[in-house]
């Protein structure tokens, strides 16, 4: 038996290398279409790869703990839950409401909480961030991590360290409503300078007036905030009674004046803050449109009326009286519609809304060169404890866009190596219809029919399959896109110019493909193709 299965083996190898021999040299008899074979294939393969590579980094690959199957993620599932002052575009766990879930809930073996922060590791100057978690005790028993040396964080450390950590964490084409480009992000953090509560608005009024000093400034302003920055603050709106409803909440910040003008958002009815705006004097605000729609009714202009924010108990009402209306701007995500926001003078900021810092937003009068080290002197120049991060704006915003650049660069290369590979299977298909029909061909040839005839039969037969194949793609378009449209801002599935000039791009690649096989049919020899087999 083992001879007789060497010997099979033996020839098994021998006609398989016969048959690829014969395989090579029917392939060299139309080098044209062996070559698109190659290439089709080769395009496939590479192209299924590397979905698949992707599919298994984003959504197959587990995660490296044990038992990632069992392990599930508690949120709150809508952004106006409560309102406060938050990391991130939505509100988080308050950590006695997370000891309520901890206690209550009977879902899970275990239960953990983390929330994300950032701490600054220099001593002044530019910061030098590194990221941070707070933790509750069971975080590493939850994930089965063990520690390398030492010893991890246990439940008995959690009074001390995550009370205060989760509390913490609550503390381009498209028309943003504001500038985007030569404004120069600073992010000042004067924490370690220890300025009084009541020094604070005068100390940063200071630093505004250092940095519009500079030669290179145009206009500059301050704000607890910067659009689109990953920080937001909310709060609840009251109605007559006192009361709030679902849906009653407004975001909020608090500016200097120049603060419109840097971004350009303009200012509809009313006045801008001044100097006049202090602690003492009446509580004003700057609403937006939306705000304007929702809260006050939608009158036009709203200058003087007033509303209630909410305070905290046993605090003194919070009243407003506006003071102007802007135009809607884009306040944490590109996607999202315009939301209500109201703007506060940032001398009037009261405890407990005291911040440890505050955000300069200066517009350049030319370009960005020198601008950074002569704002980081004139900050540093008053304290050299003072912390900064840069950032130019338009880089803010694009880093909000990481997903959708994923995606358009995705789509568009896989749309790319989709019309390549139609474009090589059209003329290979063709080609070989011709190939077929070359007797056909022959005859009609010698019966009289000109070359111009024989390439209008062809582009015409292929014309027709290109529009049936381009109504069933529109068709499936029109069904399948709005899926597609959630993934990329701004898409369209219905859009008319994109589905015109997509059918114009297929129809030529269509027509361009049909061309060569054509001509090439109509030169033949009448003879030599009758005698074709």
């Known amino acids: 038996m083992t001879s007789r299965g060497g010997r099979s083996g033996k020839n098994f190898s021998a006609e398989l290398w016969q048959d690829l021999r014969y395989g090579v040299r029917v392939l060299a008899k139309s080098p044209g279409f062996a070559l698109i074979a190659l290439l089709t294939l080769s395009l496939g393969i590479g192209a299924n790869a590397a979905i698949f590579q992707l599919i298994d980094a984003v959504r197959l690959r587990t995660l490296p703990v044990r038992s990632p199957n069992t392990l599930a993620i508690i949120h709150l599932n809508t952004n106006h839950w409560g309102s406060g002052n938050f990391n991130g575009p939505y509100a988080n766990f308050t950590y006695p409401l997370w000891k309520q879930v901890e206690q209550r809930q009977e879902a899970f073996s275990s239960i953990a909480a983390w929330g994300q922060d950032q701490a600054n590791l220099a001593n002044g100057g530019e910061v030098e961030n590194a990221q941070v978690l707070w933790v509750t005790g069971q975080f590493f028993g939850v994930l089965d991590i063990q520690p390398v040396l030492g010893r991890l964080i246990s439940p ?84 007559k009674n006192g009361t709030h409803q679902n849906g009653m909440v407004s975001w909020e910040d608090y500016i200097s004046p120049g603060y419109f003008a840097t971004l350009d958002i303009p200012i509809i009815a009313g006045r801008d803050f001044n100097d006049d705006d202090t602690p003492t004097s009446p509580k004003v605000a700057i609403v ?77 009068r030319g370009g960005m060169t020198g601008l950074l080290n002569s704002v980081k002197d004139s900050i540093i120049g008053v304290n050299p404890q003072i912390d900064i991060e840069f950032k130019l704006l338009r880089t803010q915003i694009r880093e909000t866009l990481t997903q959708d650049e994923l995606m358009a660069t995705l789509c568009g290369f896989f749309g790319a190596l989709a019309v390549l590979l139609a474009a090589i299977g059209l003329y290979g298909v063709i080609s070989y219809t011709v190939a077929q029909r070359t007797n056909e061909i022959g005859i009609r040839m010698a019966l009289g029919a000109q070359r111009s005839g024989i390439i209008r039969l062809i582009l015409g037969e292929v014309s027709l399959l290109v529009g049936i194949g381009i109504a069933a793609g529109v068709g499936l378009t029109l069904v399948g896109g709005k899926a597609t449209g959630s993934l990329l801002f701004g898409l369209k599935a219905d859009d008319p110019l994109t589905l015109v000039l997509t059918v114009i791009l297929l129809a030529a690649i269509a027509l361009v493909a049909s061309f060569v096989p054509a001509r090439r049919a109509s030169r033949l020899d009448p003879m030599v193709a009758l005698r074709y087999e």
């Not at 209306?325 to 996607?335: A, G, I, K, R, T």
């Open 156 to 239: 008995a450390d959690s009074p001390v360290g995550c009370g205060g950590g989760v509390d913490l964490q609550n503390l381009m084409t498209r028309n943003l409503g504001f500038r985007q480009n030569g404004v120069l992000v600073a992010n000042v953090d004067f924490t370690r300078v220890n300025v009084p509560d009541a020094q604070r608005a005068p100390f940063v009024r200071n630093l505004l007036e250092r940095i519009r000093a500079i030669p290179g400034v145009a206009s500059a302003g301050a704000s607890i905030r910067s659009p689109m920055s990953g920080s937001s603050s909310n709060d609840w709106i009251l109605d």
């Open 288 to 364: 937006n449109q939306t705000f304007a729609k929702k809260f006050l009714h939608g009158s036009a202009p709203p200058i003087g009326q007033v509303f209630r924010v909410w305070n905290y108990p046993g605090k003194p009402p919070r009243y407003y009286q506006v003071a102007g209306l802007v135009e809607d701007s884009v306040y944490n995500d590109m996607h999202d519609p315009m939301v209500p926001v109201m703007y506060f003078p940032h001398a009037q900021i009261e405890p407990p809304f005291v911040y440890p810092g505050v955000t300069f937003l200066i517009r350049s």
